[in-house]
């Protein structure tokens, strides 16, 4: 199935940088959302966009979707170590019973 | 606020057995439900995606199938296990006007 081109796929950051991630689409999307998952677990929701244009953020992370609909970005601001795992963008169109499409993913490690 | 159970966590499984993988969800009603796999290091897979009891939708060829028998209850199954179907499963729920996907936490699955 397709799957939401992601990037980078890792990355190695030092504590206190900021991390940047986007994701694109041949196709729109309806609403964009971004997962973190943990090692051994399921994807947590962090943030989800409904409108393109929209910028919205959740403490240290800022994700927008983009004004064609076709891509998304995330930001995390100061990075921590508890920021490490991998992280996934997700799209959704109307009409497709819900269903998700998503990223391949980029691994964040983050060093003291 | 609505949690859904996987079990079990992990799970090995010699080539040729059968499979009874089981999602139970509790705190809603009519949820869309959906089985996904992840391989080791890729990003997630839809499998099958159910909008009702007794609804099944196959998103790709495969050697599982999938039923819902009641409202909250969603299982992934197969006759005869091969080695291509270890991975990571995870079941998810989505409700209309929801905020994307609640995930399970996922069964581990190794086909020796």
């Known amino acids: 199935g397709q799957q939401l081109n992601q990037s980078p796929q890792s990355m190695f950051i030092q504590e206190g940088e900021d991390v940047s991630m986007n994701c694109t689409s041949s196709?729109?999307?309806?609403?964009w959302l971004w997962y973190k998952q943990d090692p051994g677990e399921g994807p947590v929701l962090l943030i989800a966009?409904?409108?393109?244009?929209e910028l919205t953020s959740n403490g240290r992370l800022t994700a927008q979707f983009g004004i064609t609909r076709k891509d998304s970005f995330l930001n995390i601001s100061a990075s921590i170590p508890s920021d490490v795992g991998i992280y996934f963008c997700?799209?959704?169109?109307?009409?497709?019973?819900?269903?998700?499409?998503f990223g391949t993913g980029t691994r964040l490690q983050v060093t003291l | 606020s609505q949690t859904i159970h996987q079990w079990p966590a992990t799970l090995v499984q010699p080539v040729g057995s059968p499979l009874s993988l089981e999602c139970t969800v509790e705190g809603t009603s009519n949820p869309n439900l959906y089985w996904y796999r992840q391989a080791a290091g890729r990003g997630l897979q839809l499998l099958f995606y159910?909008?009702?009891?007794?609804?099944i939708s196959s998103e790709v060829p495969q050697n599982l199938s999938a039923s819902r028998p009641q409202d909250r209850q969603f299982i992934l199954s197969s006759k005869k296990l091969l080695l291509s179907d270890s991975g990571f499963y995870l079941c998810a729920l989505y409700l209309q006007g929801g905020r994307g996907y609640t995930f399970g936490s996922g069964t581990r699955l190794t086909v020796v």
């Open positions: 196709s729109i999307f309806n609403t």
């Open positions: 966009l409904y409108k393109a244009g």
């Open positions: 159910s909008v009702g009891i007794g609804q």
């Open positions: 997700a799209g959704q169109r109307a009409g497709t019973a819900s269903k998700l499409t």
